[in-house]
């Protein structure tokens, strides 16, 4: 059974960083694209970043490009969100995806690209 569990959320100052995790398990974690979205109160969903499956590859929302960065450490079936510079904006539920068919390789910004979700995890940025 194919499993995503974020943690690593929590209250940080603006200009302050933070680590996400996404935890893997149940299936073959090195052929699955890794996406963090993240959802505000009253807005959409969007796409934060991707990796590809093998690492090769990764995609930013214009927002944080330079800012945060995403890696994997396929040993561990574990996605790392290394957020920098923390803004107020930032402030969201953050989730991560898998999809292990068409954008395994090419990645996706799109929430409906992904079909399986982990619970989220809070990260507020505030002073």
């Known amino acids: 059974q194919l499993q995503l569990v974020e943690s690593g959320g929590g209250l940080v100052q603006p200009g302050g960083s933070l680590r996400l995790s996404c935890a893997a398990s149940?299936?073959?974690?090195?052929?699955?694209?890794i996406a963090w979205f993240r959802q505000a109160p009253g807005k959409e969903r969007e796409g934060v970043s991707c990796?590809?499956?093998?690492?090769?590859?990764?995609i930013y929302v214009d927002s944080v490009e330079g800012r945060f960065s995403i890696f994997r450490d396929n040993a561990k079936n574990t996605v790392y969100l290394q957020m920098k510079n923390a803004k107020p904006e930032d402030t969201a539920v953050y989730y991560c995806?898998?999809?292990?068919?068409?954008?395994?390789?090419?990645?996706?910004?799109?929430?409906?690209?992904?079909?399986?979700w982990g619970q989220g995890t809070q990260v507020t940025v505030s002073s």
């Open positions: 990796i590809n499956r093998n690492g090769g590859t990764s």
């Open positions: 149940g299936f073959a974690f090195n052929y699955y694209a």
């Open positions: 995806a898998a999809d292990g068919g068409y954008y395994s390789d090419l990645c996706s910004a799109s929430p409906t690209d992904f079909d399986s």
